[in-house]
Each structure stands twice: as C-alpha cells, then as structure tokens.
Nanobody
Framework: QVQLVESGGEVVKPGGSLRLSCAVSGSIFRLYDMAWYRQRPGKERELVADITRDGDEHYARPVKGRFTISRDNAKNMLYLQMNTLNPGDTAVYLC???????????????WGQGTQVTVAS
C-alpha cells in the first residue's frame, strides 16, 4: 500500500510564501514522475507543476516564476515552494505520484488527500 501525505498548507497573507511537502510511504520499488495539482473553489483540478525522476521541471503558466517544485528521491519526498502568493492561489493542493509498488511490474497512479492553502488579508 502506497500512501501520499501532504503538509504545509495554512492561511497566509498576499505576497507571502509557503512550502508544501508530500511524504510518500509504503512498499515502493521506484518513484517516477511526481506533481502538484490544485483545486480552487468552483474550479476543476489543475496541474500546478510536475517533475521527473531526473529533476526536469514544468510549471503551469499562472505559477511560473513564483513556484518551485523539487524532490528528494532518497527520502521519497516532494516539495512545492510557493512565493508571492495571491488570493488566486487559494486552493486545496494535492500531491500526485507515479510509482512502481514492490512486487509489481506496472506503474500506478497515486494521490494524496490534499492540504488547504488560503491566501487572504
């Protein structure tokens, strides 16, 4: 059983910063691409940023230049550094991972429960 647990979400003022973390646990043979998604109120889930196992990063246009995604493969951790936050960034942020569980040959898709980020004065 592979589990993803996000942390770091809280209420922050416009212009502030937050760092989200995602811990991946369980019987994992190998982690592949990982990503952060968000679901804003009344909106569909959207990709924020993704990162390959080798560290290639991609960002959605609204966050490019403000957010930085990173990972620690040795610790099975994913991070999202968010700077210059604005109210439009208010959302539930979800961690996503493509992983090969131990004992299986296929890669499966896993999601965390999400962490709430609220940007308000």
């Amino acid at each position: 059983q592979v589990q993803l647990v996000e942390s770091g979400g809280e209420v922050v003022k416009p212009g502030g910063s937050l760092r989200l973390s995602c811990a991946v646990s369980g019987s994992i043979f190998r982690l592949y691409d990982m990503a952060w998604y968000r679901q804003r109120p009344g909106k569909e889930r959207e990709l924020v940023a993704d990162i390959t196992r080798d560290g290639d990063e991609h960002y959605a246009r609204p966050v490019k230049g403000r957010f930085t995604i990173s990972r620690d493969n040795a610790k099975n951790m994913l991070y999202l550094q968010m700077n210059t936050l604005n109210p439009g960034d208010t959302a539930v942020y979800l961690c996503n991972a493509h992983a090969q569980p131990s004992g299986l040959s296929r890669i499966q898709d896993y999601w965390g429960q999400g962490t709430q980020v609220t940007v308000a004065s």
